[in-house]
């Protein structure tokens, strides 16, 4: 039988080790798995690659995880918030790396690795600094810029419903990064608020299907 | 001369929304459009986290904490609306469905450069988000800006010399003294605000200016 509930957040983190890459979900505080990232923080893993949209908001969460001096290398696209003292301190002191992708970018380079894709063109950048040193391409009548795919060890993320097999069901804009970041990582963990049994969810309405998820937390 | 303020400028760029169109507004001034769109027109905003069909503000005590715009502040979804993943905003976004992106500006070049994002100073950190999407991605980049610096530089220029955040994407500059269009031969002044007349809008601007036949 498969079932992929996990009793706790120490639990279904409890392998991930050091130097790992981590793509954590959430846009603010929208899709954020506070009680994984919690967890991670307990667990100890250092010199981790870090991908989300931010690099973190006030004292809890990412922000904790930084302050912690955990995280090695952030990749993000947009770091500098009025509340992101954590990343400001360690990114002023040279103790974290960033790597700055545009927004969709950053969503393309998720979705591609979770597809199996090995580059792709986008025009997004072309002619700016984010693009110094990338190969270019002219296609038909537009510049493009070669990118490359962003695999991840494990991905966290926070979802509204899940059923043992690990299909998924997301609450509004909570969506957000957390089905492209489900297909890119190894090992897929979800922090949900509701488990159901399996044939609650509409088939209709799954958003992530179970193939992409590994681990399943109720909190 | 009567400048216009911030929330004038937004309501002469809302004017021109047409029925029907799906609009990006960028943070920071451009979100000021939303509250001037034509009443009686549907035009669906977007954005960029995930959502089509971005309502106002909610009255306060009926925040979710699950629905925000891309500044991450409390919203709401009209009667329509949709979500979506990421990965499909940012779809909707370069693969030219959008009609129209709302940006602000640190400066537009007289051949549509914008800069934006950055101003390149050494200990800046710099943060891109979405902007260098919707400038390329929008089938129309408006810039809504103050027509001069603090110093009263022009921000219109011959090129631009904060980083760019896409090359050639800017269609039309709304500012707080014109409207102006940049073509393939260069711009063209849509609209002064009273009391300003044409040579003393080239002498601010520094760049040349072409001017419209129904502009005064």
């Given at each position: 039988m498969i079932n992929k509930f996990v009793a706790s957040p120490e639990a279904a983190l409890?392998?991930?080790?050091?130097g790992a890459t981590v793509m954590i979900h959430g846009f603010g505080n929208a899709g954020m798995p506070s009680a994984l990232i919690d967890a991670l923080i307990a667990q100890g893993a250092r010199d981790l690659t870090i991908v989300n949209n931010?690099?973190?908001?006030?004292?809890?969460?990412l922000a904790a995880l930084i302050a912690a001096k955990r995280v090695r290398k952030i990749l993000c696209s947009?770091?500098?918030?009025?509340?992101?003292w954590h990343f400001d301190k360690a990114y002023r002191a040279g103790e974290i790396e960033l790597e700055l992708v545009p927004q969709g970018t950053l969503a393309e380079r998720i979705r591609a690795a979770g597809a199996g894709i090995g580059a792709f063109f986008t025009?997004?950048?072309?002619?700016t600094r984010l693009a110094e040193g990338k190969e270019t391409r002219r296609i038909g009548e537009r510049d493009y810029v070669l990118e490359y795919p962003i695999h991840a060890d494990y991905a966290l993320i926070k979802a509204d419903r899940a059923d043992r097999w690990g299909n998924l069901t997301y609450r509004k804009s909570a969506r957000n990064f957390g089905p492209i970041m489900a297909m890119a990582a190894k090992t897929t963990v979800v922090q949900v608020r509701e488990t159901v049994e399996l044939?609650?969810?509409?088939p209709e309405h799954i958003?992530?299907?179970?193939?992409?998820?590994q681990r399943i937390v109720k909190h | 001369m009567k400048k216009l303020d911030r929330k004038q400028i937004a309501a002469r760029l809302a004017r021109d929304i047409p029925e029907g169109a799906y609009v990006n507004l960028g943070i920071g001034?451009?979100?000021?459009v939303a509250d001037f769109l034509p009443k009686g027109r549907e035009i669906i905003l977007h954005s960029e986290n995930g959502i089509l069909g971005l309502g106002p503000k909610p009255a306060?005590?009926?925040?979710?904490?699950d629905v925000m715009n891309a500044g991450k502040e409390p919203a709401t979804l009209l009667t329509g609306g949709a979500y979506f993943h990421h990965a499909d905003s940012f779809g909707m976004i370069r693969g030219r469905h959008l009609d129209f992106a709302v940006l602000g500006a640190f400066q537009v070049s007289v051949t549509g450069d914008l800069a934006n994002w950055?101003?390149?100073?050494?200990?800046d950190i710099p943060a891109v988000g979405g902007a260098m999407d919707l400038a390329v991605g929008a089938k129309k980049v408006l810039v809504m800006m103050?027509?001069?610096?603090?110093?009263?530089?022009?921000?219109?220029?011959?090129?631009?010399?904060?980083?760019?955040?896409?090359?050639?994407?800017?269609?039309r500059i709304y500012t707080d003294l014109a409207v102006i269009d940049v073509k393939a031969d260069g711009l063209h002044v849509v609209d002064m605000v009273e009391g300003l007349d044409f040579q003393e809008l080239q002498r601010l601007t520094g760049v040349p200016l072409k001017r419209l036949a129904s502009a005064a």
């Open positions: 409890a392998d991930l080790p050091n931010n690099a973190g908001n006030a004292d809890s969460g947009f770091p500098r918030q009025s509340d992101s025009p997004t950048a072309y002619g044939g609650e969810l509409d958003v992530t299907p179970g193939i992409f998820v | 001034l451009p979100t000021l306060p005590g009926e925040e979710d904490e950055h101003t390149g100073g050494a200990d103050e027509h001069l610096t603090k110093k009263g530089e022009s921000k219109i220029v011959e090129r631009c010399t904060y980083p760019l955040t896409g090359a050639r994407c800017v269609d």
